[in-house]
């Protein structure tokens, strides 16, 4: 048995984390916590990590144990500098609420990349895991709708650098400006894209502690996150009736079932695709088909088949990328941000005329 961690930093992270929780507890109950336990397959041990007490306050599947605030106010207001200095401050708090947890084979950090606390800790919380321990440490990483403003940009920008720099063993991308075709109203959609990163946590983890029929496990998908350039995505689908295994997969490689926005074809560098349902469902010829078709043009494609008695087939892929243009246009975004910025900044302190005007009331006092 596996013995996996998985950190939520901030808001998105925290609430990427309850949604894993809730579909643990395969309960809709927010009592679940309390009354339930979690079908995990695997050791799984998740804890929340958040400056902003009302964010923990309001996580409805996570027990209170497995929640670390923060003392800072009420977060950090986006200023990942001053999220450094809050973390280096707590920094032997949150690590002892880790090592208490026990050993791991395997660690997640789940946060957004443009916000306060989440991209300014999930950096230095992945450097502290690699320079104590040993396993491999990968973060799930959520980029922002690119209409929420120019801090979120820039933020995004220098958190993935510093993610990637920090030892991480590889970046697993979300993207929201994506995902939003799902349509519906803010909250929805975030809810939404919530639910669909811990669906595919869990298969995830279900299928790296699996007895499959062809195996795929730990060792495999450390191999395929090794490849390309340190960055992933995660496709996925789940046939809700009987249709061919072929079709599944092609969707599951689709922008219907991906998190991140890439041409799978042109720009993967290696995957991991695994394929559950009943054993009546999984034609072998149809899945071979589909995988020599993958790895034609990205290389090495590892295949596991869980068979699954009285179930419609359901797909995942973790794909590895070699290069990303959605992320290029991200950090082009997040340049014109970054100068938009400095200029606001050059315009307030050459501005002189706000200063004339107070100095109009020097030497005087108000009369009442």
Not at 2 to 17: K, M, P, S
Not at 71 to 80: D, E, F, K, S, T
Not at 154 to 159: I, L
Not at 327 to 332: A, C, G, K
């Amino acid at each position: 048995m596996l013995n996996v961690l998985v950190i939520g930093n901030g808001q998105c992270g925290n609430r990427i984390l309850d949604a894993i929780n809730r579909e643990a507890f395969g309960t809709g109950s927010k009592y679940a916590k309390i009354f339930g336990k979690q079908k995990f397959k695997s050791n799984v041990e998740t804890i929340a990590v958040n400056t902003a007490i009302n964010d923990l306050k309001e996580m409805q599947f996570t027990k209170a144990k497995d929640r670390i605030h923060i003392p800072h106010l009420h977060g950090v207001g986006a200023n990942r500098n001053l999220g450094k200095k809050v973390f280096e401050s707590n920094k032997e708090h949150i690590m002892r609420n880790i090592e208490k947890r026990g050993r791991f084979d395997i660690a997640f950090v789940l946060t957004s990349a443009s916000g306060g606390t989440g991209s300014s800790f999930s950096p230095l919380i992945i450097k502290e895991l690699k320079d104590r321990y040993d396993f491999p440490v990968y973060s799930v990483v959520v980029l922002p709708f690119r209409e929420e403003g120019t801090l979120y940009l820039q933020n995004s920008a220098f958190s993935l650098r510093e993610i990637r720099e920090s030892g991480s063993d590889g970046i697993i991308l979300a993207d929201n400006q994506f995902l939003k075709q799902m349509g519906g109203d803010v909250k929805t959609a975030y809810d939404g894209i919530n639910t669909m990163i811990a669906k595919r946590m869990l298969f995830l983890l279900d299928s790296l502690d699996s007895e499959m029929m062809m195996v795929t496990d730990l060792g495999d998908f450390k191999t395929v996150m090794s490849g390309g350039a340190g960055l992933a995505t995660i496709g996925f689908y789940q046939a809700d009736q009987e249709v061919p295994v072929i079709n599944v997969i092609q969707r599951a490689l689709s922008s219907q079932g991906l998190l991140f926005s890439t041409n799978v074809y042109e720009e993967a560098s290696r995957a991991m695709i695994i394929i559950k349902g009943d054993r009546k469902y999984l034609d072998i010829d149809e899945i071979s088909q589909e995988v020599e078709k993958l790895s034609s043009s990205i290389g090495h494609v590892f295949k596991g088949i869980v068979v699954r008695d009285g179930e419609y087939p359901q797909v995942l892929v973790v794909l590895t990328l070699e290069s990303a243009s959605e992320l290029e246009r991200l950090y082009s975004a997040a340049v014109e941000a970054i100068n938009i910025e400095r200029e606001k900044k050059s315009r307030v302190e050459s501005q002189k005329d706000m200063d004339k005007a107070f100095s109009q009331i020097d030497g005087y006092e108000p009369s009442y």
